[in-house]
């Protein structure tokens, strides 16, 4: 390549995000923040400029000159050139159909929010009017089966985890750009993911409802739940099916609402605040903020990790971020205080009943079953836990041998 080459580009986008441009590609959804200066050296490219007439003009313009061999390896690195030729090879970007953006459309629109009120205020009501169905560790216990109680609340809760997740994306549909589900995890828990790059493609103000979509599907899913077993639900039989049922499974989806204020994870209020505040990385550079201040306080110097190289903006809000991060721990251990451990000591009070109290029947089996799914579950995750430390510290081994022959 030569500084006469002119160079071809893909169909890019160019959304204005300050002190940003967003710059990226629909059809694969390849996306970056470009600094303003650096989108519009892109653009001159675009319009047809010779490298050389582009750094010149970039020089004329800026009084500095620009590493363009550095600028167009980032370029083919988001694979935004293409070879001559390639032309009718250029993918169409990946948009929702048009009946989709309808569906989108009208689940937010203004009669839907007024219907929403209407099913949440109506949910709210039965809380107030009838004790029962309440908010409380014990309306997880919809059988008096432990191994029924854990698998109906594994597979009960899907259902609920696609509502929230099918309103990103309809949210997203809404505005016409492309999306997916994905399967992830989160510490040791298996997570549906909702994958809407193409929200980069459109103005930051029209990103928060995509991003707090899902937890308006949650919301919904908690109030139909909790309706349906206000009509079923028969105080004198607490596991007559499927009022308990319902009762277990709206209490489990107001746990995942809580989830989202978990602020050390990567959540639909994470993303609300690096949305809002014009973040890159906030939560790395919030987790390595604190542990610089660790270190500082404990006299570590060494291990603290220069700031200078953090986003400055990521940097400037960390400060007081580091505040939800710690609240997001605190959201944690309330909910681990007031369900968790509740929840555990009933469970093993009646496993130890079931074991060592009554004779070799249903109740005993019940337990021993329960146990054992536990224990190979634990098993699972431990065995990961190794896998991933032994493949980090071979990886740190490789570094080091390396560092070690280049000196």
């Known amino acids: 390549m030569t500084n006469d080459t002119t160079l071809l580009f893909y169909p890019l986008t160019f959304v204005a995000d300050a002190p940003d441009v967003i710059v990226g590609r629909k059809d694969i959804d390849s996306y970056a923040a470009f600094p303003e200066d650096g989108a519009e050296l892109l653009k001159q490219l675009q319009a047809g400029r010779t490298l050389e007439d582009a750094a010149t003009w970039y020089q004329d313009r800026y009084g500095e000159s620009i590493d363009m061999a550095d600028f167009l390896e980032t370029l083919h690195d988001l694979q935004f050139l293409r070879a001559s030729g390639e032309e009718e090879q250029v993918l169409t970007p990946a948009r929702s159909s048009a009946f989709w953006q309808w569906v989108g459309r009208a689940l937010f629109s203004p009669v839907a929010w007024l219907i929403y009120a209407a099913v949440f205020g109506y949910c709210l009501y039965l809380m107030v009017r009838f004790s029962y169905l309440r908010p409380s560790y014990s309306n997880l216990f919809f059988t008096p089966y432990l191994v029924v109680l854990e698998l109906g609340l594994f597979f009960g809760q899907f259902p609920g985890i696609l509502f929230h997740e099918s309103y990103h994306v309809l949210a997203g549909q809404r505005l016409g ?49 909790m309706i349906i077993a206000g009509l079923a639900y028969n105080p004198t039989h607490p596991f007559a099916f499927p009022g308990a049922f319902c009762l277990a499974l709206s209490f489990s989806t107001l746990l995942r609402f809580v989830w989202q204020f978990y602020f050390y994870l990567e959540t639909d ?35 603290i990790q220069d700031e200078e190289e953090w986003h400055p903006r990521d940097r400037q809000v960390a400060r007081w971020y580091a505040f939800f ?83």
């Open 177 to 225: 750009i492309s999306s997916r589900l994905g399967i992830g995890r989160r510490i040791y828990i298996l997570v549906f993911e909702t994958h809407l790059d193409g929200l980069w493609s459109v103005p930051r103000n029209k990103r928060y409802l995509p991003f707090l979509a899902g937890m308006l599907g949650d919301i919904l899913w908690f109030s139909f739940t």
């Open 269 to 303: 209020v994470y993303y609300f605040f690096i949305n809002i505040f014009r973040c890159v990385d906030l939560q790395q550079t919030t987790r390595l903020y604190i542990w610089n201040r660790i270190y500082r306080l404990f006299g570590r110097t060494n291990k």
């Open 325 to 407: 991060f710690g609240a997001g721990y605190l959201f944690t251990i309330g909910t681990l205080f007031l369900v968790g451990v509740p929840a555990a000591i009933r469970i093993f009070s009646g496993i130890f009943s079931h074991l060592f109290v009554h004779a070799l029947d249903v109740s005993f089996w019940d337990s021993c079953i329960f146990l054992l799914l536990n224990g190979v579950q634990l098993a699972i995750v431990a065995g990961i836990f190794v896998r991933e430390y032994r493949t980090r510290k071979r990886n740190r081994r490789l570094v080091v041998a390396v560092e070690q022959e280049v000196a």
